[in-house]
């Protein structure tokens, strides 16, 4: 792992660590990286909580990056409500990627409230060819929130998988089966049975949720 500087278009300076890929893990050679998305910065969001996910990746050969959106860490700024300006952030993170590493594509992946704001950032870089949401709040309170997120990730016809424990206290199963039947392109489920919204973002599921990314790459 090594800490990296990365400026957003605006001018926020952005804290990140990149994990190399192991060159043992990745069968398939395929040259896609992966930026990971934080959970909500107001409620203490900030990119230690993907650390686990992301070594669990880089392990199965596939670069990963993870960093703190602005107002998050040591990151400069201040984190907003709604997480547009945060859109930013992720935008400057991919370009990053693409100049000084030069993979194939970018995969987003967002963690809770980090999950509308990948979205909302698919469309807005070429060079994501695919989007992993972990624990997407769409329910009616978070909503209020982040509802204007979820168009972009719906009409996106980029590949998607959106996974959530069944027992997310922020989106029922019904509430992300409903949304996803507007949603474009290819969309996959994976539900993970009596699991809750902060459970599934404790360190004892990252290495199921760095199985699931990366299986779902490999089949892209």
Known sequence: MEFVSIESSDGVKLSARLFKASSTGNEGKSNLAVVLVHPYTVLGGCQGLLRGIAMGVAERGFTALTFDMRGAGRSSGRASLTGFAEIQDVIGVCKWVVENLKPDGIVLVGSSAGAPI?????????????????GYPFGWTASILFGRHHEAILRSQKPKLFVMGTKDGFTSVKQLQNKLKAAAGRVETQLLDGVSHFQMEGPAYDEQMAELITKFIQSL
Do not use: H, P, R
């Open 118 to 134: 990948a979205g909302s950032a698919v469309d807005k870089i070429d060079q994501v060819v695919a989007y992993v949401s972990l």
